[in-house]
Structure formats: C-alpha cells, structure tokens
C-alpha cells in the first residue's frame, strides 16, 4: 500500500482528498430520524456504499416500508451526497427491513404467528363506525407501501371483510388442522364470514366464537408477515380477551367517529387495552368531513376535533381523519378496496397517510431499548 500509494503520488501528483465510506457516513450523520431521534448513520440506517470514481451509490434501510418521511429523508441524502467534493453521480435507494418487538413467548410457542413480526388491533366502542373499513383499508395501504400483511377479520358476529375484498387465490390446507388463508391482490385475508353463506346470519354463542378467533390465530398458516391488521368486534369482550391471551398483540389502533368520541364506549375500549397491557398506538376519526364536487372545503358536518382531543387525552398519537365519502360504501359493498381503487380520492389518501402513521408509532415502540421492551413483555404475560 505503502509503495503503490507512493508510486501513484508520483504519477499523478498531489492526490485529492479521497472519498470513503468514512466520509460519506460521516457527511450523512447530520440527518435525523425525525421520529427515532437519533441519525441515520447510528441506527444503521446507511448500507450498501459503493463508491466507483465520482459515483456514489447507497441504501438508505428504514423501519417500515410505509415510511411518511422517506421522501424527505431520500432528497436529504441526495442534497448531502451531490454537494461532496468529488461527486457527480448519486443513486439512493430507500429499503426498509420491518422492525418487530422482541419475540414474546407466546409467539415462539405459536407456529401460527411465529414469523409475524406487528399484530395490530383494530378496535372501536361500538359498530357501525367505519372500523372494518378502516382496518381493510390499512392492510391495503401498508401492503402497497411494500409491506407483507394479513388481515384477520376478528368480528365473528358480524364479519364483513368478505364482502369488502375480493379473493383472487383460493385457501388450501397445508397438512391436518392448518390452512394456509386465501389471498386478496397479496393480502392474506381470513374471516368467520368465509364459512357461512353470504347473508347467513352467523350463529355463535360465546365460547364458540372464541374457539373460532382462537382457531384463526393457532391453526392457520400466516406465514411470513411485517403487519397483521385484526378487526376486533367492537367493544369489550370475551373474544377481545381471548385474542390477546392467545398472540401477542403488538399495539391498538382505536377508531371513532366524531359523535362517538365522548361515548364512554370507546373510553372502555381505550382502557380495556391498558388492562391487557397492550399499548395503543393511538386513534382515527372516521367520517371527519365531507368534501363535496367541486369544492375542496371540508365540511366538518359533526362536531369537529374530538379525535384529536381523545387522543391528546390519553396521551397517543392522532393517527388522521377519514373523509366521509359515499364512494367508500359502494366500493366496500362492491369489493374494491379505496386505497386500491381510488388511490387519488381524498379518502384513500386520508387512509394511506393513517397507515404510515401507524407503522411509524408501531416503528417507534420496536426501537424502544430492549431492556424497556423486556419489561413490556413480562408485563404483558400476567
Ligand atoms: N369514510 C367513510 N365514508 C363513507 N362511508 C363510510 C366510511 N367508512 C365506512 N363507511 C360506511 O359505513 C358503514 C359501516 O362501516 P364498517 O366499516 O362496516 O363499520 P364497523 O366495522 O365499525 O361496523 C359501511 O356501510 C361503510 O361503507
Ligand atoms: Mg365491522
């Protein structure tokens, strides 16, 4: 090295300052995680360099696919790279490895979920208030962004995920008592309402709708997944409870329209969670406002703000607001999912950027330091 790097000195002159890995890592630790705080660089974020002459190529691995910074954060890079001296070229790419909460026991002794790395509840105080839709929507959104998801439709007195996806590959069973769940465009989808005819009212008594949801989550193969979204039932009760004595649910996302929201319902729900020491990762208000044609004010026809005001209450985050949009039930009556169909329509957006909201405080719990997380997790077994 020695020898070769004088010998070049000697041919080419006075070399320039040379550009490493060191220095392309050390220019990038200015950039912060906004939500982590901490830069990218320390959190191992930075991969991949190669440097080829003035070329400078590199992985930028977030959290989460549905990452609502990675935009931002991707031009930062870029910025940073192309004002280095002796640089021209720059390609990033933004990858995303999902973060999972340290393996509870339960899901090590689960075959069923032991290679689901989120399980997220969907919940609200009581029905009708767009919680199914919701959930639908937030597989759809995170599995767009890149994510593995499945959706477990938990209502087994009243599912409707059927109705609101169409399967486009068949389930099959993978040996005795293991199915392998069908699949809508990529999304695993399982509900009680696949084995009744449409319309057919699903008689369960208690203990049998908890053996359902307890079937669901032991017995069928999900696989490899960064997200499972479960619609609850709404309110509090035993199939909620079984639910979490049985897989390790990750957070709760609680949804609520603006009526509801002072309803002691959904305080219940909120502490229900708490009791089962699951953390919520904070709330949705659906049917918000209405944008009409041609206009584009929000119309708030109830009163406005009391997601955010429950969500300030509590202490979680506010995840978004959902447009009331009638295209949303004919779409869920039709099968078309609106983050899918209607990808452009307020609504969809609405339900996107509530999805990387969820991801980013599911992202945030995960990187929490393990010695806290141990201690989540001793909690949660008791
Ligand atoms: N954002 C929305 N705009 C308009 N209608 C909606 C919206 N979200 C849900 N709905 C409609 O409200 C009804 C109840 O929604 P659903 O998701 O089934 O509620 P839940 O699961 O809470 O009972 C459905 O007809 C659905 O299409
Ligand atoms: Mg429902």
């Not at 790097?5 to 950039?31: N, Q």
């Not at 329209?257 to 009791?275: C, G, N, Y």
Request: net charge neutral.
């Amino acid at each position: 090295m020695g020898l070769f790097s004088s010998i070049k000195d000697k041919v080419v002159g006075t070399p320039k300052p040379l550009l490493t890995e060191a220095h392309i890592k050390s220019a990038l630790s200015v950039v912060m995680d906004p939500d982590l705080h901490q830069d990218i660089v320390t959190l191992g974020f930075v991969r991949a360099v190669t440097i080829n002459g003035s070329s400078v190529s590199l992985e930028v691995n977030l959290t989460t696919p549905a990452c609502p910074v990675k935009e931002q954060l991707k031009s930062q890079v870029e910025d940073i790279l192309k004002a280095l001296p002796g640089v021209s070229d720059v390609t990033v790419t933004m990858t995303a490895t999902t973060r999972a909460p340290q393996v509870s026991a339960a899901a090590a002794t689960n075959p069923s979920l032991q290679h689901v790395k989120n399980i997220i509840a969907v919940a609200s105080g009581k029905g009708g208030v767009g919680k199914s839709t919701t959930a639908v929507n937030l597989a759809f959104a995170l599995a767009k962004a890149g994510s593995k998801v499945g959706l477990l439709d938990a209502d087994v007195y009243g599912p409707s995920v059927p109705r609101m996806v169409r399967i486009t590959k068949p389930a099959h069973d993978a040996g005795p008592n293991v199915i392998v769940p069908p699949e809508s465009d990529g999304v695993k989808v399982l509900s009680a309402g696949m084995f009744s005819q449409p319309g057919e009212a699903t008689i369960l008594r208690g203990p049998m709708a908890g053996n359902v949801v307890k079937q669901f989550l032991t017995q069928v193969q999900w696989g490899e997944l960064d997200y499972l979204i479960i619609d609850y039932p709404p309110g509090t009760g035993d199939i909620q409870l079984t639910i979490s004595q049985t897989a390790p649910v990750t957070g709760a996302v609680i949804v609520t329209t603006p009526q509801e929201v002072s309803l002691i319902d959904v305080r219940k729900a909120i502490s229900m969670f708490k009791t089962l020491k699951v953390p919520v990762l904070g709330v949705i208000e659906t049917m918000s406002y209405f944008v009409c044609d041609g206009c584009d004010k929000k119309h708030e026809i109830f009163r406005s703000g009391g997601g955010e005001r429950l969500a300030r209450e509590y202490g979680v985050a506010f995840l978004g607001g959902i447009p009331l949009d009638p295209r949303v039930v004919i779409g869920g009556d039709e099968g078309t999912v609106q983050v899918q169909s209607l990808p452009d329509s307020p609504a969809a957006k609405a339900y996107s950027g509530a999805a990387g909201a969820v991801a980013q405080q599911l992202s945030i719990l995960n990187s929490v330091d393990s010695g806290a997380l141990n201690q989540f997790v001793l909690e949660w077994k008791h």
